[in-house]
């Protein structure tokens, strides 16, 4: 019998904690729960859940620093960041902590269970494609989920890993915005969703020598984006 995944809530609200529970108890999950950043930090490291979803604001720390501790504890696990907060730099700041993605406050329960489901099927993915390849002058271990230049090594989050393994795939072209976050979120596209344009961002940072001038993650303008190698 295969276990169950272990999906750990860290949210002060009551209200969103017991509809979350409800929700993802019936899709199957376990589910633990923590209402201060403390307590989750501790259950995470007891328990070592297969995804983390984590409210930015908590009575004993913000998000981001807890996310950092968390990210510390463990490089892979998955973490969702839950946040008010809908401008694109709150967003950035939010990934550039360890946080693999965000929804957006107030959000669809089905949104976060669609999320869920799709962390699980990829991970359940047997890779089709080598797991080390270059770009450049950095070296990209997809198993690892590290990014190497020289002697500095940089830590891949879930979805950066997807995103690099679905255009590597596609190497030379161009992929849509709507194909990505499909393929790699299970979302649906709408005009307001920047998921793939923020992960991009950040992929950028740790991938390219000057990431405004890039060279091998490229924007198809009015399109998506491609991955030269």
């Not at 490291?45 to 983390?52: E, F, G, T």
């Not at 990934?95 to 999320?115: H, M, W």
């Not at 990431?211 to 491609?226: A, N, Q, R, S, W």
Request: proline share 5%; glycine share 6%; net charge neutral.
């Amino acid at each position: 019998m295969t276990a169950k995944r272990k999906i750990l809530l860290i949210e002060d609200d009551p209200h969103i904690v017991l509809g979350l529970n409800d929700a993802l108890v019936f899709e199957g999950f376990d589910v633990l729960a923590a209402n201060t950043a403390k307590r989750g930090v501790q259950l995470a490291k007891q328990h070592k859940p297969n995804a983390i979803v984590l409210d930015l604001m908590l009575p004993d720390g913000n998000g981001y620093n807890v996310c950092e501790e968390l990210r510390q504890q463990d490089r892979l696990v998955p973490i969702v960041m839950l946040t008010a907060r809908s401008s694109e730099a709150d967003k950035i700041r939010g990934l550039d902590a360890g946080a693999d993605d965000y929804v957006t406050k107030p959000f669809s329960v089905g949104e976060l269970i669609a999320r869920m489901r799709a962390i699980f099927r990829r991970a359940e993915r047997t890779p089709e494609l080598p797991e080390l390849f270059e770009l450049g002058d950095a070296q990209i271990n997809l198993a690892a989920q590290t990014v190497t230049r020289g002697q500095a090594t940089v830590a891949l989050g879930f979805y950066e890993v997807g995103l690099l393994r679905a255009m590597h795939e596609r190497a030379g072209e161009p992929m849509s915005r709507e194909e990505l976050l499909q393929r790699i979120w299970g979302l649906e596209a709408s005009p307001t969703n920047r998921t793939v344009d923020n992960f991009i961002v950040k992929l950028r940072k740790k991938i390219e020598r000057a990431p405004d001038k890039p060279e091998h993650i490229l924007t198809v303008y009015g399109f998506g984006y491609k991955l030269v190698v």
